[in-house]
């Protein structure tokens, strides 16, 4: 292994402790959430101490449909880390799942019950329409969300990352020695 790949590897395992932590320091705080969409069980409540402290920001009441974004994209990056460096791939429905499935220390990204996450067990955005996702390459997931009229491939679509921040290369973030690229959201 090269240089550069024992630094990335520190990196990625610095970055997932502190992820493992943060989940469990944070698994004590009990907060209850409603769901926002009616077409969802509205009796299906959040125990909020039993999902990571990134599920609790995705769809909060005090964030934005565009902080939902980059939520998820935050959720591929540390999946990454502890998945050979590659974001889930399959329908909405199975990189929901690979979301829900514990890791060995029994954390997951975001919990089953998750208002987020439809009875037909997809992600969703704020309007309840699944989000549509697309792998650009093994290290960097595409995430469209419809926008308010619910439609895929409209003008009121939000997607992440921006097409002109994508960049070959020479992108902000970790490079293994292959020179992939992890992207970083240097604007957050």
């Known amino acids: 292994m090269t240089t550069l ?3 990335f590897a520190a990196v990625a395992a610095v970055l997932l402790a502190i992820y493992i932590l943060v989940s469990v320091l944070d698994q004590g705080r009990a907060e ?9 069980d509205p009796s299906r409540l959040n125990d909020q101490s039993t999902i990571s402290p990134m599920a ?22 540390y999946y990454c ?16 799942q ?3 499935r514990k890791d060995c ?3 997951s990204f975001i919990g089953s019950d998750h208002t987020s996450i439809s009875l037909s067990g997809e992600l969703v ?40 921040d994508v960049k070959a290369l020479d992108c902000p973030g970790f ?3 292959t020179q992939s690229c992890l992207l970083v959201d240097t604007n957050l």
Do not use: K
């Not at 309007?127 to 308010?148: C, D, K, N, V």
């Open 125 to 164: 955005d704020r309007w309840g329409t699944p989000y549509y996702f697309h792998a650009q390459s093994a290290q960097l997931m595409e995430i469209r969300s419809a926008g308010p009229d619910q439609l895929l491939h409209t003008t009121d679509d939000l997607l992440w990352p921006e097409p002109e």
């Open 32 to 40: 209850m959430a409603v769901t926002r969409d009616s077409r969802m």
């Open 175 to 177: 490079c293994d020695e």
């Open 56 to 77: 609790r920001r995705l769809n909060a009441a005090d964030s934005t449909p565009e902080s939902d974004l980059v939520v998820l994209s935050e959720m591929f990056e």
């Open 105 to 107: 220390l029994g954390l």
């Open 5 to 7: 790949g024992f630094e």
């Open 98 to 100: 690979a979301l829900i």
């Open 81 to 96: 880390l502890g998945n050979d460096g590659q974001v889930p791939t399959g329908t909405n429905q199975e990189i929901t």
